[in-house]
Nanobody, 124 residues
Framework: QVQLVESGGGLVQAGGSLRLSCAASGRTFSMYRMGWFRQGSGKEREFVGAITWTGGRPSYADPVKGRFTISRDNTKNLIYLQMNSLKPEDTAVYYC?????????????????WGQGTQVTVSS
């Protein structure tokens, strides 16, 4: 079992920044990667980015490339999503998720555990 808890969401103006955190606990030693997804109102959940738990570069969805950065702190079992140059279309509930198999990085069905989500609202 893995428990994930996101934090750091809130309301920000367009062009602003937010940093989300995801704290992982439990069987973290066997995780392959951690991913960030988001779901806007009336929309399907979409991939934002992911990072392997032990090394390697993060991967990002095209809409956030160059604006969002994922990092990790293995000593604290934390991953971060730094979001810069935010746009109103970034408004969504953001989720972190844990993947133990390492297959399709952007496929939400590959992720076994999910946090409760944190709301990000970007005003224009």
């Amino acid at each position: 079992q893995v428990q994930l808890v996101e934090s750091g969401g809130g309301l920000v103006q367009a062009g602003g920044s937010l940093r989300l955190s995801c704290a992982a606990s439990g069987r973290t030693f066997s995780m392959y990667r951690m991913g960030w997804f988001r779901q806007g109102s009336g929309k399907e959940r979409e991939f934002v980015g992911a990072i392997t738990w032990t090394g390697g570069r993060p991967s990002y969805a095209d809409p956030v490339k160059g604006r969002f950065t994922i990092s990790r702190d293995n000593t604290k079992n934390l991953i971060y999503l730094q979001m810069n140059s935010l746009k109103p279309e970034d408004t969504a509930v953001y989720y972190c998720a844990a993947d133990f198999r390492g297959k399709a990085v952007a496929d939400s069905s590959e992720y076994d555990y999910w946090g409760q989500g944190t709301q990000v609202t970007v005003s224009s």
